[in-house]
């Protein structure tokens, strides 16, 4: 009964332990509707390591930027280019001692005090699956979210610079009808003024009509 009583006592904890693990997962995904960049989905992440006790570092990026940040706010150079190295990685996972590196497309997270227990460690890296994954999706809504709002800017800068292509272009065919119209009312006046001599006009007469003809 003695062993019973313990076995069904150990099955309870382990199940309220899981429990309150999925809660934090849960807690993160729903926290990630209202990410909208790099380095919000890194605090996140963070925050999350930090409520399963782990000493870790996490790595985001996409297309156009990327963030890195860790539970205690430091990383050294060799942590860093680890996880940098790991980019573009996909579905990788390193274990030594106690020490984890896992990652898919778009994140890398190194878990530098993985529980020596057997049980607790198996528990915690299917938790961190779970979250991974949900990272992994993020930054690829992320990326698709950039991409289109690059497009769009492409898009406007292309009907801009059309637009001012056409204003130049009805420009110069102003300037062009503009100079068409000058042309002939030039060759008009050289004419009329040939013929003033003809027509017998005084010179306060033929400036009075030339004056009309060019006002």
Do not use: W
């Amino acid at each position: 009964l003695t062993s019973s009583a313990k076995t069904a006592n150990s099955i309870a904890m382990s199940a309220m332990r899981n429990s309150g693990d999925l809660g934090i997962i849960v807690e993160f995904l729903r926290k990630c509707f209202s990410i909208n960049t790099l380095d919000q989905l890194t605090t996140e992440i963070i925050n999350t390591l930090k409520k399963f006790n782990f000493n870790a570092a996490a790595y985001v990026y996409d297309n156009q930027d990327s963030a890195i940040n860790s539970t205690d706010g430091t990383l050294n150079e060799l942590e860093i280019t680890l996880l940098q190295r790991l980019k573009g990685n996909i579905d990788s996972i390193h274990e030594h001692n106690n020490r984890l590196v896992i990652s898919r497309e778009g994140v890398a997270i190194l878990i530098k005090n993985l529980p020596a227990n057997k049980d607790d460690s198996s528990r915690l890296k299917d938790h961190l699956m779970t979250l991974i994954e949900g990272i992994a999706n993020k930054v690829q809504q992320l990326n698709e979210l950039n991409t289109a709002k690059s497009a769009r800017h492409q898009n406007i800068q292309h009907a801009v610079m059309n637009a001012h292509k056409n204003l130049k272009a009805i420009q110069q065919e102003q300037e062009g009808h503009k100079k068409q119209n000058m042309d002939i009312l030039d060759a008009m006046v050289h004419d009329v003024e040939s013929s003033f001599f003809a027509m017998g006009l005084t010179d306060t007469q033929e400036e009075k009509l030339l004056s009309i003809m060019t006002h």
